[in-house]
């Protein structure tokens, strides 16, 4: 089992697990598979170009492709691009999730392993003051990185840290607990004691 800690419950974390091309894993990449079109510059969109490393992440996974998560100028988008070192081009920015708050909260973490793509994000008005966000989100992608099941909670502090055990990615914080596997998708899992 694997633990990750995140920064604090105001961010992101991309927790890329990538595993070599083809293969039995679930979510393992297999380029000859892959339906993205490479035909991108990376996109210079951000939400504050003045710091906009607090509001965009970027990470080279073990396979050599990249991933890219940033809110949107707009503020209430999470995009996601990925790189091809073969194409040596990144695809078109697609919408991971649209928030009904236009103010993400600042920090983005890019962590990879095994073929699977996990993000956490938060959206709301006070955060950069400290306040808790209004949405929490949880997102996951496999393979190619063109689909993404996402799960949000409304009113929750945020996910604190995030645990994988084989084909299992679990998400905990603030007396809640959610996990997601290759398999079964979202499901909420126990609360922590205490």
Same mark, same amino acid.
């Given at each position: 089992?694997?633990?990750l800690?995140?920064?604090?419950?105001l961010? %992101?974390?991309?927790?890329?697990?990538?595993?070599?091309?083809?293969?039995?894993? +679930?979510?393992?990449?297999?380029?000859?598979?892959?339906?993205? &079109?490479?035909? =991108?510059?990376?996109?210079? *969109?951000?939400?504050? $170009?003045?710091? !906009?490393?607090?509001?965009?992440?970027?990470?080279?996974?073990?396979?050599?492709?990249?991933?890219?998560?940033?809110?949107?100028?707009? #503020?209430? !988008? $999470?995009?996601?691009?990925?790189?091809?070192?073969?194409?040596?081009?990144?695809?078109e920015?697609?919408?991971?999730? &649209?928030s009904?708050?236009? =103010? +993400?909260?600042?920090?983005? *973490?890019?962590?990879?392993?095994?073929?699977? &793509?996990?993000?956490?994000?938060?959206?709301?008005?006070?955060? =950069?003051?400290?306040?808790?966000?209004?949405?929490? $989100?949880a997102?996951?992608?496999?393979?190619?990185?063109?689909?993404?099941?996402?799960? %949000? %909670?409304?009113?929750?502090?945020?996910?604190?840290? $995030?645990?994988?055990?084989?084909?299992?990615? !679990?998400?905990? #914080?603030?007396? !809640?607990?959610?996990?997601?596997?290759?398999d079964?998708?979202?499901?909420?899992?126990?609360? +922590?004691?205490?």
């Amino acid at each position: 089992m694997t633990t990750l800690p995140t920064r604090a419950s105001l961010g %992101v974390l991309l927790l890329a697990l990538t595993a070599g091309c083809g293969g039995d894993t +679930p979510g393992a990449y297999d380029a000859r598979a892959d339906s993205s &079109v490479y035909d =991108h510059a990376a996109a210079d *969109d951000s939400f504050d $170009l003045d710091f !906009r490393h607090q509001f965009e992440e970027q990470a080279t996974l073990s396979d050599g492709r990249k991933v890219r998560l940033w809110f949107a100028r707009s #503020g209430d !988008r $999470l995009l996601e691009q990925h790189y091809s070192p073969d194409e040596q081009a990144w695809t078109e920015p697609q919408v991971v999730f &649209v928030s009904d708050e236009s =103010h +993400p909260c600042q920090g983005i *973490d890019i962590v990879e392993e095994n073929g699977i &793509v996990a993000a956490i994000a938060d959206f709301g008005l006070w955060c =950069h003051e400290g306040e808790p966000p209004m949405q929490s $989100l949880a997102a996951v992608s496999t393979g190619d990185l063109t689909e993404w099941d996402v799960d %949000v %909670v409304e009113g929750f502090d945020g996910w604190t840290s $995030l645990t994988m055990d084989d084909e299992q990615v !679990r998400w905990t #914080g603030h007396g !809640r607990s959610l996990s997601w596997t290759s398999d079964g998708g979202f499901g909420e899992g126990e609360s +922590p004691a205490g």
